[in-house]
Every structure is written in C-alpha cells, then in structure tokens.
C-alpha cells in the first residue's frame, strides 16, 4: 500500500485545514486507518484512528474535540478535520494503516506509512 499525505502547510492559530491522505496499490477496507504527528525534536505520537467500517473512532485526548477523523473506503482515502488549530499542533502528521481492523493508538499496530505532511500554527 502506497499513502500520499496532502493538505499541510502554513496555517494561522484558529484555522480549519483538512488533511488528505489517499490510497493506491491495494484497497483499505478491511484495514483501520489512522493518523500520527512527530513536532520537530519529538517521538511520533498518535492522534486519531478509525476503524474498518468507521464504525469505531479514537482520538488523543489533545485533539479530541476538535479533530475528526473519517474515511471514504470506496474512494480507499482517509481524512483529518482539525479545527482550532494551536501553535502546540504543529507537526509532520502521517497516515497509516493497520494490520488490524479494530482502532489502536500504538505505531506497532500500523505496517504502512505515508510520507507526511508537515502543519505549521502560527500564533
């Protein structure tokens, strides 16, 4: 599965940007999807995850509230709504997809990667 990460760039504390995060190689669907974000000096930490049917969604208590993650399996993409964004959410954020069906917060958890796409808040 090859992933390819869009949507970052130089945002304003406040704004509403959405990532995109799309699918090639093999369909998704039977595979939970998530999104992880490494700041700059940081270890990679987990943000959100939904499940196969995105029946089922997770979100670090960071973000909750004002992320939202969801997917399109027939289009096999993924997406990240972040709104209110702060300067303590700029990061490279990636997409991933488990092994698993079921949501998971853990990196081990996800065998494929995207190559990230970096956000940048200012104040």
């Known amino acids: 599965v090859q992933l390819q990460a869009s949507g970052g760039g130089l945002v304003q504390a406040g704004c509403s940007p959405r990532l995109s995060c799309a699918a090639s190689?093999?369909?998704?669907?039977?595979?939970?999807m998530a999104w992880f974000r490494q700041a700059p000096g940081k270890e990679r930490d987990f943000v959100a995850a939904?499940?196969?049917?995105?029946?089922?969604?997770i979100y670090a208590d960071s973000v909750k509230g004002r992320f939202t993650i969801s997917r399109d399996n027939a289009k096999n993409t993924l997406s990240l709504q972040m709104n209110d964004l702060k300067p303590e959410d700029t990061a490279v954020y990636y997409c991933?997809?488990?092994?698993?069906?079921?949501?998971?917060?853990?990196?081990?958890?996800?065998?494929?990667w995207g190559q990230g796409t970096l956000v940048t808040v200012s104040s």
């Open positions: 991933a997809v488990s092994r698993y069906t079921v949501v998971a917060r853990t990196t081990t958890n996800y065998n494929f």
């Open positions: 190689g093999r369909a998704t669907s039977n595979n939970a």
């Open positions: 939904v499940s196969w049917r995105a029946g089922d969604t």
